[in-house]
């Protein structure tokens, strides 16, 4: 494995790798440099695409979440990258957790130290069975939409904490989830009355604006809508008590979305003593923490002939085609997945070039596409970038960015292994990290 070469990573959990310090930079360098040990002494796959994830990251957002949004209880989205490090981590900080599955709410039980309250069965289409089972885990607090799920739920949880999803504006983020879920509010009273008649306790509204909204000003119509509900609520009986503002955080948008979301509550939910206010954030506390390097395993480039007269060796340039094409050992089926299902656009870099990290900005550039390793042509990671000439088979790129929804959504399709992880925590938040995952294991949550 890429991390094999390292000495001096504390190993907190015994079925974990183990934690370093430093600049993920560092990291990237040191499994670059392991990697080409590895080749030279003819270790099969010795080049293999790696991730540094680096948990300071996941830190910092989480100040800067508590520092914007005070009153507001995160509970990660699992989903987005079920990380065991990331999970302790925020299990460690006092962070909830969505979970949509039954593997999802076992992964997060399983750490030990997160009370079954603390988690949110966030799904509005549920398996009898997964209802079933989160009532056998103790996890009350679940999501509806649609009234065949009030009678699953009265059949198979009938003390369940229910939470009904309402419809809001989705149309300003990269992936709208409004076509599959969401109870629209003329449907809700009808919804509720169904509700009280089986029994049911509804205690809140939820909504999710969509995944990567790029206009956070939603939130406030958003707001405006749960509050109706919550007088739909009176009107049928119920006093709610939870709040649940869904997901959608990005990252350069965070402290706008902030804003739009502590004005908006202020202004519909002015008295709340016993209103409890929750998220679902996902890739917002973890899409920076993961950098991806990967293997320049092939080439193909126009082949310059040395008996040709210069006008024939020089190709014409098709901007659409670019004519040298890098072939990765990660790619859409794999870590690049975000490209096809997250509508992600990625910037590959250059991390090393013929064995040297010492890169120079005034390279000569061309265009050039970049592709996956599996056989399939839908395996394309970018289809146009300019990258250094002197690009060879060996050398390595980076890419940014690379923590959310990508090694979780990961395919082994054609043979290729989930790329692995190597965890560091490093610059501003290590001291905080680390002292958080050693308490969280000293307390014996340490599998
Ligand atoms: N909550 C639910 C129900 C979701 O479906 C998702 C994403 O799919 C999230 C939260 C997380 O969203 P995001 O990563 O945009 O914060």
């Given at each position: 494995s890429p991390d094999t070469h390292h000495d001096g990573g504390d190993v907190i959990f015994p079925s974990l790798p183990p934690l370093y310090t430093g600049h993920p930079e560092v990291h990237l360098r040191n499994g670059i440099m392991n990697a080409s040990r590895l080749a030279a002494a003819h270790e099969p796959d010795a080049e293999k695409a790696f991730f540094v994830a680096d948990l300071s990251q996941v830190y910092r957002q989480h100040m800067r979440w508590?520092?914007?949004?005070?009153?507001?209880?995160?509970?990660?989205?699992?989903?987005c990258n079920p990380?065991?490090?990331?999970?302790?981590?925020?299990?460690?900080?006092?962070?909830?957790?969505?979970?949509?599955?039954?593997?999802?709410?076992?992964?997060?039980?399983?750490?030990?130290?997160?009370?079954?309250?603390?988690?949110?069965?966030?799904?509005?289409?549920?398996?009898?069975?997964?209802?079933?089972?989160?009532?056998?885990?103790?996890v009350d607090m679940m999501t509806f939409d649609n009234a065949d799920e009030l009678y699953k739920i009265a059949r198979a949880h009938p003390h369940a904490k229910c939470v009904v999803r309402i419809l809001t504006d989705d149309s300003k983020s990269l992936c709208a989830f409004g076509i599959k879920f969401g109870a629209p509010l003329v449907t809700v009273p009808g919804l509720l009355a169904k509700a009280?008649?089986?029994?049911?306790?509804?205690?809140?509204?939820?909504?999710?604006?969509?995944?990567?909204?790029?206009?956070?000003?939603?939130?406030?119509?958003?707001?405006?809508?749960?509050?109706?509900?919550?007088?739909?609520?009176?009107?049928?009986?119920?006093?709610?008590?939870?709040?649940?503002?869904?997901g959608g955080f990005e990252d350069a948008l965070f402290e706008q979305a902030a804003g739009f979301l502590t004005k908006a509550?202020?202004?519909?939910f002015p008295e709340r003593p016993d209103i409890k206010i929750i998220a679902e954030p996902g890739r917002f506390y973890v899409s920076k923490a993961f950098r991806l390097a990967a293997n320049i395993i092939a080439r193909r480039a126009p082949l310059a002939s040395?008996?040709?007269?210069?006008?024939?060796?020089?190709?014409?340039?098709?901007?659409?085609?670019?004519s040298v094409m890098y072939y990765i050992n990660d790619g859409v089926y794999g870590a690049f997945n975000c490209i096809l299902f997250d509508h992600q656009i990625v910037h590959p870099y250059v991390l090393s070039m013929n064995g040297s990290f010492h890169l120079t900005e005034d390279q000569p550039k061309e265009l050039s596409s970049v592709w996956g390793p599996t056989c399939d042509s839908i395996d394309c990671v970018s289809e146009k970038t300019a990258l250094p000439s002197a690009l060879r088979v060996g050398d390595w790129l980076g890419f940014d960015n690379m923590g959310a929804y990508t090694v979780c959504a990961a395919s082994q399709f054609n043979g290729f292994e989930v790329s692995k992880v190597i965890y560091t925590a490093g610059g501003a938040g290590a001291h905080e990290v680390r002292s958080a995952l050693m308490k969280f294991a000293k307390d014996g949550h340490g599998l």
């Open positions: 508590k520092a914007c949004l005070p009153e507001i209880q995160p509970f990660y989205a699992v989903k990380d065991p490090y990331v999970i302790r981590l925020l299990a460690s900080l006092g962070a909830g957790f969505d979970c949509a599955s039954n593997n999802e709410i076992s992964q997060v039980l399983d750490v030990g130290g997160v009370d079954p309250s603390n988690i949110i069965f966030a799904n509005p289409c549920k398996a009898t069975s997964f209802v079933r089972n989160a009532a056998k885990m103790g009280k008649e089986l029994s049911l306790d509804v205690v809140g509204v939820s909504f999710h604006v969509g995944s990567g909204c790029y206009d956070p000003s939603v939130y406030t119509d958003a707001i405006m809508r749960a509050h109706a509900v919550f007088d739909m609520g009176k009107e049928t009986g119920y006093t709610f008590k939870l709040l649940d503002v869904g509550i202020d202004t519909y040395p008996s040709a007269a210069p006008q024939e060796v020089k190709q014409e340039e098709d901007p659409e085609h670019p």
